[in-house]
């Protein structure tokens, strides 16, 4: 029965993520902390795995489409999330170390991630009347990059609302084409997050029991996600995106909750 409930949220998770560029990690994460089954470090590597499946999958299925943002400028993003996401992951294995415990770690992680979550919620509210910048220096591509990939494995997340809103915001794309970058970027952190655990000593010390059966559903979330991407209109994209965002809310304030109270007892 718990495989069968992983393999669910795993599913259900990548699925969405999959068609709003979200990449599934986002609920997937915090939800994995209010079950309580495994610790922060565990649980970050459960999703970065899953989400790295569901992004590899998803990638795969749209990358022979034609896109207005160039090959190439994907590339950058990517490669620079890559090294966001090897310094993000230093930077959570610095935090885990110094933290008291691990509801200390958990308050942190889903504080910035409630944070993130309402600014980007209110964004995509009123995004119609905020001017996009459409930045095209490759320099901010870089430091676009670099940021979002420390956030992605430092949250633990896949990043995927952040990348999205902020693709909108500085270089003027439209959210179908900012889903399929996010789902680049995500990829990219997710494989340099998962290369440093490696090099750092291995995955030994973390519970990766669930890991398979997440895998499997982060692998169909991931296909039919992007067959279901295809045949939505914009409109269905931002609805859905919105709706993901007011769960991770939810999800947050849950979590921030329970572990504060569990820091008192």
Do not use: W
Request: aromatic residues 10%; proline residues 2%.
């Amino acid at each position: 029965m718990v495989a069968i409930l992983y393999f669910f949220i795993a599913l259900v998770c990548t699925f969405a993520g999959a068609i709003t560029g979200m990449g599934g990690g986002v609920v997937i994460k915090p939800v994995l902390d209010m079950l309580g089954d495994f610790d922060s470090a565990s649980i970050g590597a459960l999703s970065s795995i899953t989400v790295l499946a569901m992004s590899i999958t998803t990638f795969a299925r749209q990358v022979g489409k034609k896109r207005k943002i160039s090959i190439a400028k994907l590339i950058v993003l990517g490669i620079s999330s890559a090294g966001g996401g090897v310094l993000g992951q230093y930077i959570f294995e610095i935090m885990t170390d110094g933290a008291d415990n691990a509801h200390t770690v958990k308050i942190i992680q889903n504080s910035i991630l409630l944070f993130l979550i309402v600014c980007i919620f209110f964004y995509m509210l009123f995004r119609k009347r905020i001017k996009p910048l459409h930045l095209q220096n490759t320099l901010f591509y870089i430091l676009t990059g670099i940021l979002l990939g420390v956030l992605s494995s430092f949250l633990g997340i896949g990043g995927g609302p952040l990348n999205v809103a902020i693709f909108m915001i500085l270089f003027g794309m439209e959210i179908k084409e900012a889903t399929f970058a996010s789902i680049i970027t995500i990829m990219f952190a997710q494989i340099a997050k998962v290369v440093t655990i490696l090099i750092g000593g291995g995955f030994g010390s973390y519970d990766l029991t669930m890991l398979p059966y997440m895998v499997v559903a982060g692998v169909l979330g991931g296909l039919i996600g992007s067959i279901v991407a295809k045949k939505i209109s914009s409109k269905v994209t931002a609805v859905a995106f919105n709706i993901m965002q007011l769960a991770v809310m939810v999800i947050c304030v849950v979590n921030i909750a329970t572990n504060s109270m569990a820091l008192n007892v």
